[in-house]
């Protein structure tokens, strides 16, 4: 089964950007929707968006479509969440997810990473 | 975008009895693709049901999932525990594919 491995934590300046990677082994990294989840401290889970890579197919959540960029890379099995014009509500821990059914629920989690926007 | 609402926000009760979580939908999900989510703290979320009613592999038969269109249900037949958690609705057969807010299910 597919597993899933992000990149470590990040400390980044308001007005920033950041970029979370999500490294796939196992599987068929592009024919299944990865999305990126993120959980602010205290807070519930908040889907931002998602690829399907063989379909060339993204979607994101309204509130994050002009911040946000989801890509991947076939050739390295990762997935990337690229988050512009940080602001301290963006500190949240960043989950990838996935499943190898073609659909957008997720019974594979990367471990999180920790993103603080921190002036 | 479909909006989830859980309830109750908060659930108290002991080892042993029986809970059951509400999720409603402001518009009919399609074809009932709701999962549940538990969370522990200082992990991921696991994945307990899609399909509203169908266990995600290892899930212990304690845990059903029933429900269709806006209305869903999550029953934990005899609580253990390990149960003791906060539980996630997620709808994925719309884009986008939003969350509930949560219900934290805790020991009485």
């Known amino acids: 089964q597919v597993q899933l491995v992000q990149s470590g934590a990040e400390v980044k300046k308001p007005g920033s950007s950041v970029k979370v990677s999500c490294k796939a082994s196992g599987g068929t990294f592009s024919e299944f929707p990865i999305s990126w989840v993120r959980q602010a401290p205290g807070r519930g889970l908040e889907w931002m968006g998602g690829i399907v890579h063989m379909l060339g197919r993204t979607e994101y959540a309204q509130k994050f479509q002009d911040r946000v960029t989801i890509t991947a890379d076939e ?35 990367g471990q999180g990473t920790t993103v603080t926007v921190s002036s | 975008e479909i ?20 999720c409603r939908a402001s518009q009919t999900v399609n074809s009932d693709f709701l999962a549940w989510y538990q969370q522990k703290p200082g992990q991921a979320p696991r994945l307990l049901m899609y ?4 266990r ?29 958690a906060v539980y996630y609705c997620q709808q994925y057969g719309t884009s986008p594919r939003t969350f509930g807010q949560g219900t934290k299910v805790e020991i009485k």
Do not use: H
């Open chain 2, 51 to 54: 399909a509203a009613s169908r």
């Open chain 1, 75 to 109: 050739f390295t099995t990762t997935a990337y969440l690229e988050l512009s014009s940080l602001r301290s509500e963006d500190t949240a821990v960043y989950y990838c997810g996935t499943t190898d059914l073609q659909l957008w629920f997720m019974d594979v989690w």
């Open chain 2, 56 to 84: 995600a592999a290892g899930i212990p038969d304690r845990f059903s999932g029933s429900g269709s269109g806006t209305d869903f249900n999550l029953t934990i037949r005899k609580l253990e525990p390990e149960d003791f």
């Open chain 2, 3 to 22: 909006v989830l609402t859980q309830s109750p926000g908060t659930l108290s009760l002991s080892p042993g009895e029986r809970g059951t979580l509400s």
